[in-house]
């Protein structure tokens, strides 16, 4: 105590989507929530400062925006996230316990995931990629390179890849993200119902048949 109090620097890693060559970074808002600083580092190792434009909770996704001096950058394809189907091949990209870019390899183990994850969104894509801390925000591919998804969280016991990884599909980021970026959010809409599990014991009592 006598040296007076420390100034303490606490670190936080994750990856991100190049969605246009203007500089506008999808990501999570897990990844930059509560960031006094955001550093984006390239494949080719130059380094911008960005900027937070906006984060929406329910789907975790944050957008963020460098400034490259007019230099364009390479950016990539979207995919129709509804054209997945369970078994196809995917790829996860992305930077895990800081160790530089990585890719790994899997399958699409479900689609329309609800009632899982951190987050209020109810249809994750489910995939055995292995994705582990600082994949956060990165994309998922289908294989010929073009994204269908955003790794967002992972399902382990021990905080790393267990073979149960979620993504946020592409489709919903497409609705969400012009809206975060000219808007600064996104209105949802509310249909005023809820569900629950229909089991066969409300099937006998409503003498339903099986």
Do not use: C
């Amino acid at each position: 105590f006598s040296g007076g109090p420390e100034k303490r620097q606490q670190n936080s890693l994750g990856s991100g989507v190049i969605v246009n060559p203007e500089g506008v970074i999808v990501t999570n808002k897990h990844v930059v929530e509560g960031a006094d600083e955001i550093t984006v580092v390239l494949a080719d190792r130059r380094e911008f400062e960005a900027t937070l434009v906006a984060k929406d909770d329910r789907t975790d996704l944050a957008i963020l925006r460098i400034d490259t001096g007019g230099a364009p950058l390479s950016h990539i394809e979207l995919k129709d996230s509804d054209d997945l189907d369970v078994g196809d091949l995917v790829l996860a990209i992305g930077n895990p316990f800081g160790v530089g870019q990585t890719v790994t390899s899997g399958i699409v183990s479900a689609l329309a995931r609800t009632q899982i994850g951190a987050t209020g969104l109810s249809s994750f894509i489910q995939t055995d990629a292995a994705i582990n801390p600082g994949n956060s925000g990165g994309p998922l591919l289908d294989r010929h390179g073009r994204v269908v998804g955003i790794n967002a969280q992972i399902i382990s016991r021990s905080g790393s890849n267990a073979g149960v990884g979620l993504a946020v599909p592409i489709n919903i980021a497409k609705m969400v993200v012009p809206a975060l970026i000219k808007d600064g959010k996104y209105e949802y809409s509310w249909l005023g119902i809820s569900g629950a599990p229909f089991g066969p014991d409300v099937g006998e009592l409503m003498e339903l048949p099986k």
